[in-house]
């Protein structure tokens, strides 16, 4: 049996696109060239590039980029995306957990939750932040976003996620969040690209910020900032607080 997010996304790419989370793509992408000074030089990888949005806006705008998906099917619609657009991007299958590079690139992106953190254990999490961290060049930059544990704490996610419902997107129940382990646990509805109907138990990793910060200092990364994530509208300006439903993290790695 494939676990929930495989399971997922195996075929809900055009759906995906489709869902209010996918919108703020252009404010997050003039925010990932302000954080890297416009420099077209830097080779950046996308991490769980589901249907490619910021791997193709960021290449349109002059970058090198190899976006990576577990998913054939997101891959799949991303190179469409790309082709219709004129535009040659390398996008590559691969599991977040086993990602090949080493030293390769000038920045590493894991937007909207890409990849991390869906994994089973916090064991495969970290896999995720080691491959990324290997991947990187000393002095690169890892910019991510991932789910803030502050928020769970104070809020419902459950009427949370309720408020964010479109009509046609997915549907979110039964959730409930384990204070021991930072997990909330929930039941995903969705109607796939063919049409079909999927109930999903999905299990979701939160975060504190003390957390972020220590797993990264064991990965070699120097400097760790932490924001409140805005859909489109990522800024340094934004200072963490309860009420943020995602963080937003900016890491460097130690030069050599």
Known sequence: MKPWYEELFADYAEKYDQEAFTRGTIGECDFVEKEIGNDK????LDIGCGTGRHAIELTRRGYAVVGVDLSESQLRRAREKAGAQGLAVDFRRHDARRLPFAGEFDLALMLCEGAFPLMETDEMNFQILQGAARALKP??????????????????????????????????????????????????VIVDDRGKRKELSCDERYYVPSEITWLLKTLGFKKTDIF??????????DKLTADDFEMLVIAEK???
Do not use: M, W
Not at 41 to 44: E, G, R, S, T, V
Not at 228 to 237: D, E, I, V, W
């Open 41 to 44: 030089k830097l080779k950046i």
């Open 139 to 188: 002095g690169g930059k890892f910019i991510f976003t991932t789910l803030n544990g502050l928020f769970p704490l104070f809020h419902s996610v459950k009427e949370f996620l309720a408020a964010e419902k479109k009509e046609g997107n997915a549907e979110y129940g039964e959730n409930s969040f384990d204070l021991l382990t930072f997990r909330d646990r929930s039941t995903t």
């Open 228 to 237: 409140g994530a805005r859909l489109g509208a990522f800024s340094r300006a």
């Open 254 to 256: 130690i030069s050599k």
